[in-house]
């Protein structure tokens, strides 16, 4: 069996990825190591939390000694490197937390890995999961390609830069096998409802304000998180040594539309009259250094790999309504204790 280790496989896009491995390759034993932030769930992965090739593993990755005694435990053979802190605003109140994680904690596993490897690096891979918000920030026109000049925004988009500059330098350093992609936003199951989203649908359901930033006009690129984790598996597998892959939906959607689509769709779920949900949308102060617009040109994944995404927005934003509501207990659940200060804190003076 080969030893594969996922990073951060308790959150949104981990657990996907992790059930996606655990179920379709028996022959591999995923070791999902989280240290269990506000972000991580063990409830994400309840479906497989006992299959025989899974294991479960506690820890910081800047943690150096913690991750070196793990990569000589288990000699993994690849890396899929998900764990950071991911979320934009507490980034902007409380940045160090991200520069830790993110780069610090990044570096730790480059050591951890180049140690584990030194001598013989043959069908060894480190995958890093980045965003494309190292892109900045486009005006009406164009799209990020992967040949676009990094120029980040905010304290978590620079320290994912960051990460992303160190995971390159160690490959043409050391000749650590890797490979990067950058990712537009996800959307989907099992996602904190501190995003966009979740926290949307969580706050209709409740007939709670929907706060929308600046006038709405922001717009982003939304992907089916089980597409992300397609591709993922696709470019861990396929992916060539030391290069780097985008992937989005092709599915741009200004904030207020989407918000718009999503109050319709709750409204015809919950059989509320259509346009109640509507009454509830709030414009509140602006984010610090907002970035208008994410466009991603996934181009060279589908030719070059064969990826597409599988699902068109309105059908996957259907199924992911049917799926919160459907999962209320898990929605109380993250939402009891800390997100409630959380939540004070970040809207009530906008
Ligand atoms: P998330 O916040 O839902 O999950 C992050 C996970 O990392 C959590 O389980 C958390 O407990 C764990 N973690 C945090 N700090 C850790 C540490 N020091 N040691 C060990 N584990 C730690 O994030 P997500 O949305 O699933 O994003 C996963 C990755 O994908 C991130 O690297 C993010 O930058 C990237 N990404 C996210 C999106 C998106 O739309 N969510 C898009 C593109 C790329
Ligand atoms: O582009 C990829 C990135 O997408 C990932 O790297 C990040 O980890 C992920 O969090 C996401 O970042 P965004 O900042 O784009 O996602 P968020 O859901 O926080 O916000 C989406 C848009 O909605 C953004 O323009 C800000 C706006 N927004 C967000 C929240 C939470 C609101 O208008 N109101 C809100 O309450």
């Given at each position: 069996m080969k030893n594969i280790l996922v990073t951060g496989g308790a959150g949104f896009i981990g657990s996907h990825v992790v059930r996606r491995l655990v179920s379709n390759y028996p022959e591999y034993h995923i070791v999902n190591l989280d240290?269990?932030?506000?972000?991580?769930?063990?409830a994400n992965l309840r479906d497989i939390e006992?299959?025989?090739?899974y294991t479960f593993v506690r820890a910081d990755i800047t943690d150096a000694n913690a991750m070196q005694e793990l990569f000589a435990k288990y000699q993994f053979e690849g890396v899929i490197h998900l764990a950071a802190e991911s979320h934009v605003d507490r980034s902007i109140s409380n940045p160090m937390e991200f520069i830790m994680t993110n780069i610090v904690g990044t570096v730790v596993l480059l050591n951890a890995a180049r140690e584990c490897w030194k001598g013989n690096m043959e069908g060894k891979r480190f995958y890093h999961v980045s965003t494309d918000e190292v892109y900045g920030s486009l005006g009406e026109t164009g799209y990020f390609t992967e040949e676009t000049r990094y120029d980040p925004h905010s304290p978590y988009s620079s320290s994912k830069a960051s990460s992303d500059h160190l995971v390159r330098a160690y490959h043409d350093t050391y000749g650590l096998p890797i490979v990067i992609s950058n990712c537009s936003n996800n959307y989907g199951?099992?996602?904190?409802?501190?995003?966009?989203i979740p926290l949307a649908i969580n706050n209709i359901r409740q007939g709670k304000n929907i706060p929308v930033y600046g006038k709405g006009e922001n717009i982003r690129d939304w992907l089916f998180v089980e597409d992300h984790a397609v591709a993922i598996d696709v470019i861990y597998h396929y992916g060539k040594n030391g290069d780097t892959y985008n992937v989005g939906g092709h599915n741009e959607w200004k904030n207020i539309d989407l918000i718009h689509l999503l109050c319709k769709i709750m409204d015809r779920k919950l059989d509320?009259?259509?346009?109640?949900?509507?009454?509830l949308i709030t414009y509140v102060k602006d984010r610090a250094g907002h970035d208008l617009r994410y466009a991603i040109d996934s181009g060279k994944l589908q030719r070059e790999l064969g990826w597409k995404p599988s699902l068109q927005f309105e059908e996957g934003l259907e199924k992911t309504v049917d799926w919160y509501l459907a999962n209320q207990k898990w929605m109380d659940e993250v939402t009891s204790g800390d997100y409630k200060n959380y939540y004070e804190r970040q809207y009530q003076l906008r």
């Open positions: 240290v269990l932030t506000y972000a991580g769930n063990l006992n299959r025989s090739n199951s099992f996602q904190f409802p501190e995003k966009l509320r009259p259509e346009g109640t949900s509507v009454g």
